[in-house]
Nanobody, 123 residues
Framework: QVQPVESGGGLVQAGGSLRLSCAVS????????MAWFRQGAGKEREFVAG????????YYADSVKGRFTIFRDDLRATAYLQMMNLKSDDTAIYYC????????????????WGQGTQVTVSS
């Protein structure tokens, strides 16, 4: 059973930084592509960033490109989202997702989901 668990959310001022973590239980972490999605109040859940199972490919939503970095540590079975120069528009619940597949931006493409962690950016 694969279960992502997010941590690292919190309150930060605009322009600040935050690092989210996603720990994945189970023995198959190395075979999983990982991604981060977010959902703001009253908005639909949207793709933020993704990383392939090997870590060789990453991709980002245009709104976070150049500010956010996704990476993974296979020894710790953990994926991370480093967020810099945060803006009020980044305020949302951030969800970690995983699957044994390619890099897709659609919510329906991802199999395993965490419970989410709240990120609030104050202006």
């Amino acid at each position: 059973q694969v279960q992502p668990v997010e941590s690292g959310g919190g309150l930060v001022q605009a322009g600040g930084s935050l690092r989210l973590s996603c720990a994945v239980s189970g023995l198959t972490y190395r075979s999983l592509a990982m991604a981060w999605f977010r959902q703001g109040a009253g908005k639909e859940r949207e793709f933020v960033a993704g990383i392939s199972w090997s870590g060789s490919s990453t991709y980002y939503a245009d709104s976070v490109k150049g500010r956010f970095t996704i990476f993974r540590d296979d020894l710790r079975a953990t994926a991370y989202l480093q967020m810099m120069n945060l803006k009020s528009d980044d305020t949302a619940i951030y969800y970690c997702a995983a699957h044994r597949g390619g890099l897709g931006r659609g919510i329906d493409e991802w199999t395993y989901w965490g419970q989410g962690t709240q990120v609030t950016v104050s202006s």
